[in-house]
């Protein structure tokens, strides 16, 4: 059971926008950044968001992130076939002084 | 260029040791606020992060599994080694290390992963 709480799946048509909540505590989301993953079928995991919403270089405007609380949301905009994949949430837990995940969630562009 | 490259043994039998290898090239390990970690993923589950070991030698572990993990560093070949003891099944899964930069809550860099299957 993962320490921070994510939908196993959402879809959506092509263009659309689907958003992924990633929910924690105060002592990972609520006082720590939290990261987002795009793990493509049988690839590793690429940064795609950090410090909650900052994009690293090559990621395409069309992903964003927020947080507020101790929650976290990823939102991707124009849905591309190629965006299907598993995302997951990360951050620090300062109560356990360890590394959390979300257990991943599914994208589907229908 | 920063590249991350897994290596270790594909199979592994039932209450034995495993011992993976992270090269790393594009950075040092000893490099002020380094550090690169050690994450796992059962085929069709989740990510787990496992350990991660910083430029200064300070580590920190899975709290349920930090009674079986140790990492480590050698800085004169850029690397970093996990020891995990005592395998079971349910360690089978592909493992991956990443770079993580201290106070910086995220992983930039990862490697492709390498599969560990745990069987007699």
């Known amino acids: 059971q993962s320490v921070l709480t994510q939908p196993p799946s959402v879809s959506a048509a092509p263009g659309q926008k689907v958003t992924i909540s990633c929910s924690g505590a105060?002592?990972?989301?609520?006082?720590?950044?939290v990261s987002w993953y795009q793990q493509l079928p049988g690839a590793a995991p690429k940064l795609l968001i950090y410090?909650?919403?900052k994009r690293p270089s090559g990621i395409p405007d069309r992903f964003s992130g927020s947080k507020s609380g101790a929650s976290a949301t990823l939102a991707i905009s124009g849905l591309q076939a190629d965006d299907e994949a598993d995302y997951y949430c990360?951050?620090?837990?300062?109560?356990?002084?360890?590394?959390?995940f979300g257990g991943g969630t599914k994208l589907t562009v229908l | 260029q920063i590249t991350l490259k897994e290596s270790g043994p594909t199979v592994v039998k039932p209450t034995q040791t495993l011992t993976l290898t992270c090269s790393v090239s594009?950075?040092?390990?000893?490099?002020?606020?380094?550090?690169v970690a050690w994450i796992r993923q059962p085929p069709g589950k989740a990510l787990e992060w496992l350990a991660v070991?910083?430029?200064?030698?300070?580590?920190y572990y899975s709290p349920s599994l930090k009674s079986r993990l140790t990492v480590t560093k050698d800085t004169s070949k850029n690397q970093v080694v996990l020891t995990m003891t005592n395998v079971d099944p349910v360690d089978t899964a592909t493992y991956y290390c990443?770079?993580?930069?201290?106070?910086?809550?995220?992983?930039?860099?990862w490697g492709q992963g390498t599969l560990v299957t745990v069987s007699s």
């Open positions: 990443a770079r993580r930069r201290w106070r910086k809550f995220y992983f930039d860099y």
């Open positions: 594009g950075f040092g390990v000893s490099g002020s606020g380094v550090g």
């Open positions: 070991i910083y430029w200064d030698d300070d580590k």
């Open positions: 105060s002592s990972n989301i609520g006082n720590n950044f």
């Open positions: 410090e909650a919403a």
């Open positions: 990360g951050t620090w837990d300062s109560r356990l002084s360890a590394e959390v």
